[in-house]
């Protein structure tokens, strides 16, 4: 079993839906959690990060982690062709020095 | 300065030649890591460096070798490659090794990649 699943997609929403992207995760000693955005030829960037459980949010973008399902989404409001891109979440336990990624969802949002 | 340049963008070679790709990151970063990507997968973790010095080597063949000049340079030397390391290889620093607790996205966490080279061996 991998240590973090997430769907490969491909995903494709018209421009405005909200998008929800999950990641679940079999080793309970993950604390921080992330996740990355990576347009097509290009590195990953860091788009948010939240510690245990709980809520974050920033702009348009809502991060959740429920540490009692192992599982963690992404919701995009109000979405946009720029955020067609992949999605990577991404994890690390407390005191770890590696960070786990997901395999990333590609989303394609239409105009 | 906020970015990771890696260069060449593009680079292709034969199984014997010997060819280098470099990492530059002016953040301050003391934590640098090279990644590996195919298509469709995640990034795997190869090798990290704190404070110039290898810290974590994940099992990664001799025919890729890593150095850390100083704290803004990190390369990876190419040698003998097997056309199934053609991939993309992602530079990234972090401020430390271990978590920074800060509110700002840019610190903490998270890492700041660089945009790749992307390796093609024949």
């Known amino acids: 079993q991998k240590e973090v699943e997430q769907d490969p997609g491909p995903l494709s929403v018209p421009e405005g839906a909200i998008v929800s992207l999950n990641c679940t995760y079999s080793?309970?000693?993950?604390?921080?959690f992330m996740w990355y955005r990576q347009y097509s030829r290009k590195g990953p960037e860091l788009l948010m990060y939240?510690?245990?459980?709980g809520n974050k949010e920033d702009g348009r973008f809502t991060a959740q982690v429920d540490k009692s399902s192992k599982y963690i989404s992404l919701f995009i409001r109000d979405s946009q062709p720029s955020d067609s891109a992949t999605y990577l979440c991404?994890?690390?336990?407390?005191?770890?020095?590696?960070?786990?990624f997901g395999a990333g969802t590609r989303l394609f949002v239409k105009a | 300065d906020t970015e990771v340049t890696q260069t060449p963008k593009h680079l292709v070679m034969g199984m014997t030649n010997k060819k280098s790709l470099k990492c530059e990151q002016h953040?301050?970063?003391?934590?640098m890591y090279w990644y590996k990507q195919k298509a469709k997968k995640p990034p795997e973790l190869m090798f990290v460096?704190?404070?110039?010095?290898?810290?974590i080597n994940e099992s990664v063949p001799s025919r890729f070798s890593p150095e850390c000049p100083n704290s803004s340079l990190l390369n990876l030397h190419l040698h003998a490659l097997q056309p199934e390391d053609s991939a993309l290889y992602l530079c990234?620093?972090?401020?430390?090794?271990?978590?920074?607790?800060?509110?700002?996205?840019?610190?903490?966490?998270?890492?700041?990649f660089g945009s790749g080279t992307r390796l093609t061996v024949v």
């Open positions: 990234a620093s972090s401020p430390r090794l271990g978590i920074v607790v800060s509110q700002s996205k840019r610190l903490g966490y998270g890492y700041t």
């Open positions: 080793n309970s000693a993950f604390q921080y």
């Open positions: 939240t510690y245990s459980s």
């Open positions: 991404a994890m690390r336990k407390t005191g770890g020095f590696k960070t786990i």
């Open positions: 953040m301050g970063h003391r934590a």
């Open positions: 460096y704190s404070y110039e010095k290898l810290s």
